[in-house]
């Protein structure tokens, strides 16, 4: 599909200046942007009086279980111009979950991330990126490691502190999240699953686990198939 837009002030996201210009897209790779554009397009978009710019990242979005869940999500955030969004924001994260402690993870998270079907009751992170890998997606998502829940799946939401078996699983956790694709733990400090045990405790505690996983900052994105421009 090619596609040619005119007539709009293109916005490039580098901090500069609109400028009047045409922008020729091949199926999803921009070929060229210039002033009038003398190209053949399957399709022409005048945007006159219009911003074009490159698709928006929103790096804070609790959107974990609607991606999975929700058959009008993506409707909102390509509205607003968003193509790539983060979850797992706040410490708060539909997974991991274990029998023991899946309903009182749903629960909590429920006001925020909203219902949590027994389908998405899962233990390791890989399995939620096979999930969304299955799913019709109309813009990219990446994710962080929720701390808050992690720590609610070892110990559910008690004061209790980890024992070293715990400490260790948690930790192998985080390692074996963003091996697969996702970013640093994210916390909160106005949750209480987020404020207890401090961060740290749970990192890959040698220096080959922290110079493995810091190298991989940017979650893995996993991308729409569809070709979708966001007007």
Known sequence: MRTLIRNGVVYDGTGAPGFAADVLVQDDTIEAVAPELDAEADEILDEAGMAVTPGFIDTHRHCDTAALVDPDFGRIETAQGLT?????N???APLPVRPET????????EPCLGPTPETMQMAHFPEYLDALDKTDKPL???SYVGIGTLRACVKGYGRAPFTP??????RGYISEAMQAGATPPA????HSSARRPPMAVCWPPTSAARGTTLCQVWPRLLKSPRKR???
């Open 187 to 190: 916390r909160n400090l106005f």
């Open 229 to 231: 421009a966001c007007r």
């Open 84 to 88: 790539t969004i983060i979850g797992g």
């Open 90 to 92: 706040c410490g708060l």
């Open 165 to 170: 078996a715990e400490l260790d699983w948690a």
């Open 140 to 142: 990219n998502i990446g």
């Open 102 to 109: 899946a309903r009182q993870i749903s629960d909590y998270i």
